[in-house]
Nanobody, 122 residues
Framework: VQLQASGGGSVQAGGSLRLSCAASGRTFSAYDMGWFRQPTGKEREFVAAVRSGGSTHYADSVKGRFTISRDNAKNMVYLQMNSLKPEDTAVYYC?????????????????WGQGTQVTVSS
């Protein structure tokens, strides 16, 4: 599946952004979808995921602030980010997988989008 992320930008702390990820392919609904982020100079880390069956998972650092959702009819996945903090600044990537394994491990994701920059200023 091919992925195209969008919606990044610059906001002040406490603000909100919604990221979108458009997926190609007719079997989108069969994929688990995830969002990861990579701050400058750091490793890529798990943010959130939504399974093909609809259950959601979040990193502790974003629980209660971020919401992941999917629209299988539109082949879209979203990440609503509220109460943003400067430490949320990173390039955000959407990813897809059909393999089993830990939902938060980037090595289990097969396809990646190009990334979108999110910058949160204090």
């Amino acid at each position: 599946v091919q992925l195209q992320a969008s919606g990044g930008g610059s906001v002040q702390a406490g603000g909100s952004l919604r990221l979108s990820c458009a997926a190609s392919g007719r079997t989108f609904s069969a994929y688990d979808m995830g969002w990861f982020r990579q701050p400058t100079g750091k490793e890529r880390e798990f943010v959130a995921a939504v399974r093909s069956g609809g259950s959601t998972h979040y990193a502790d650092s974003v629980k209660g602030r971020f919401t992941i959702s999917r629209d299988n009819a539109k082949n879209m996945v979203y990440l609503q980010m509220n109460s943003l903090k400067p430490e949320d600044t990173a390039v955000y990537y959407c990813a897809a997988r059909r393999t089993m394994g830990s939902i938060d491990y980037r090595g289990y994701y097969d396809d990646w989008g190009q990334g979108t920059q999110v910058t949160v200023s204090s």
